[in-house]
């Protein structure tokens, strides 16, 4: 049976796959997926919570691929997409928690050197680290700049405008614990959010919904967590992508993926008594840890089968 993403576009001509799908496939790495459907769908969620964010993201989708092809990347790994994640995450960063403009030039000098950073970030801890990067040059570009904002003129941090709901809505959260999956807080967006993932992988997009419907109670069962912090779904996100994170990284283990949720959300306070924006942080420390546990269980705790034939 055909995917949904085959009948809109159009069969690849000798296997070679046009440069605006790897494109579209850089936006759908942002929940862990390979899809051009998908990719559309996150554009579009992201262009209806901010214009400019969107372009933003455009903008790094292009230059990401562009920049692992001039370093040598080889075309197999340009079309998974992948080379474009840290880059859109570090363009989708920027608008939400920095004055921007159409018109201020300073700030898209900043996304370019922010784009440019993050594809050598990558190419270094893929060649030095053991292990998945994730997310992680992201989050190094991004606590840098934060560390600088008070040093420099041309970082000014915008104001979070909480959701207007003052008590707690479980249905709104879960909506905004997705759109935030890709900083975008509107419910329109965390419905074009879970349509796009469904779209790929209908599993992902059921993990995905369960990581949000996780994230958001464990917020709610913690009384201290402020209720338009949890409508935002500012609790929520990290328990949708660490869901989805874990149910790719450990073989499509569901009870796996539920732990990575919990996990996820617990960790947000965590690290945030560190002084730093947690961003998506813990489910990139939750995956590295169940993929830790998964190596220790493997090499220390499996037990070896017992041999019952020669009685």
Known sequence: MKQPVDIIFPPLEDGELPFYRIVLRG????C???????GLFFLTAVFIASPIASAYLLVAAILGPLGRRLIGERREVLATGLPALNPCLIALSLPVFFHTGWTDITMWAVLLLCIASAVLLVRLFLRILPFPIIALPFLIIFWILWAIEPHVSFLQPSELHLAAYHTFHPVVAVLY???QAIFSATLWSGVLFLIGVLLSNWRHGVVALLGAVIGTFVAYYYSNVAP???NLGLYGFNGVLAAVAVFVTCQGKLRLSILGALLATIFIPLIADFGVQTLSAPFVFTTWLMILLGWVEDNWFREPLKDHGGD
């Open 27 to 30: 936006i759908s790495q942002l």
């Open 32 to 38: 862990l997926q390979t899809n051009e459907l998908t």
């Open 228 to 230: 338009e912090s949890a």
């Open 177 to 179: 614990s997705l759109g």
